[in-house]
């Protein structure tokens, strides 16, 4: 799976960091508006897009794909 995996990883630790800020903590009782900063959710945005435009050069003049990679993309 090459790439793949290694690519698919980064993407479930961004998902993993987003979910505990989410929801875990003392605070998580309170309205997620008051919990969860803007700049945290403007961060982790721009870290998302990173990750997908990086998948996009990686995987788009590597040939012939096996179905694993079109599921990323």
């Not at 003392?26 to 990173?50: C, H, N, S």
């Amino acid at each position: 799976m090459g790439n793949t995996f290694r690519e698919l990883c980064k993407l479930l630790m961004l998902f993993h960091e987003l979910t505990l800020f989410y929801y875990t903590g003392p605070a998580k009782d309170t309205d997620l508006r008051e919990r969860v900063p803007l700049a945290f959710a403007e961060t982790t945005y721009q870290r998302i897009l990173r990750w997908s435009v990086s998948v996009n050069r990686i995987f788009a003049d590597s040939g012939p794909r096996a179905h694993h990679v079109d599921i990323l993309q």
